[in-house]
């Protein structure tokens, strides 16, 4: 399969795929962040936005949220479950906003898809100029030391087109600012069985080499991956959220 196939030829099948997600945790989190880090305002951008489920509860929290990708056929399906935000097709590394906002957000370890440390800075340069002063940038990130190459994450689902099974994992060659992350589909319908598979470029840096990336424009806290509690990394876990004050 092309690296984009995931999002382009089975993007109908994308929100089956993150079903096992609590998109309302963690956007509810995220209000909270914003309430008690940010400067409260409801401007919001998400990049990456997919399909839309995280602009949807943060519409339902009361906020004027709008969305980027820069895939048109995930855009296509935000905007039906969303027809009041409003989505354009750009690169999150090099994107721009008619008015700054208060809150920009990157889920589901999106920031790695700038794939390169060099468009990972010029997306960080890019949020950092689409929020206003004192603005909050929120996303979660895996530390390329600490990826267990032999570790998935798995889930099944049942719906009218048949039993699928969805499965995930990182894998860090141990050198180098690119790591991967494999993706497999299996479906199941009238016994007969299809196989998907699919391998994204991500950039691969560390939770320190990140966090240096970030202080030039921002005032950052790392936190633990944890959308239930709010609470400091404890330097030990592979995965942690990111919450970035604009200086």
């Known amino acids: 399969m092309p690296s984009n196939a995931i999002y382009t030829d089975l993007s109908g099948y994308y929100d089956l795929m993150c079903a096992d997600i609590d998109y309302l945790a963690q956007s509810q989190c995220i209000h909270r962040l914003q309430q008690l880090l940010g400067n409260g305002g409801k401007r919001h951008l998400d990049l990456a936005c997919g399909t839309g489920p995280h602009v949807r509860h943060l519409l339902d929290a009361g906020y004027q949220s709008s969305g980027l990708d820069i895939n048109q056929p995930m855009l296509d399906r935000a905007l039906i479950r969303c027809p009041e935000a409003q989505f354009s097709l750009q690169d999150m590394c ?62 099944s689902v049942l719906n009218g087109e048949g039993h699928f099974n969805f499965s995930s994992g990182w894998h860090y060659s141990g050198e180098g600012e690119q790591q991967s992350l494999k993706l497999r589909i299996e479906r199941t319908a009238a016994n007969v069985t299809q196989i998907w598979r699919d391998q994204h470029p991500m950039v691969a840096v ?42």
């Open 94 to 155: 090099q994107f721009a906003v008619e008015q700054p906002v208060d809150l920009i957000t990157c889920f589901l370890y999106s920031i790695h898809y700038s794939a390169e440390i060099e468009r990972l800075k010029a997306c960080i340069a890019s949020v950092h100029g689409a929020l206003v002063s004192g603005g909050l940038f929120c996303f979660n990130a895996v530390d390329k030391y600490r990826i267990d190459n032999d570790s998935y994450m798995s889930h």
């Open 206 to 247: 560390t939770f320190d080499e990140l966090t240096a990336l970030l202080q030039p424009y921002f005032e950052v806290h790392v936190l633990e991956h944890d959308y239930g509690t709010i609470k400091p990394w404890d330097g030990m876990s592979g995965n942690a959220l990111f919450v970035c004050v604009k200086r």
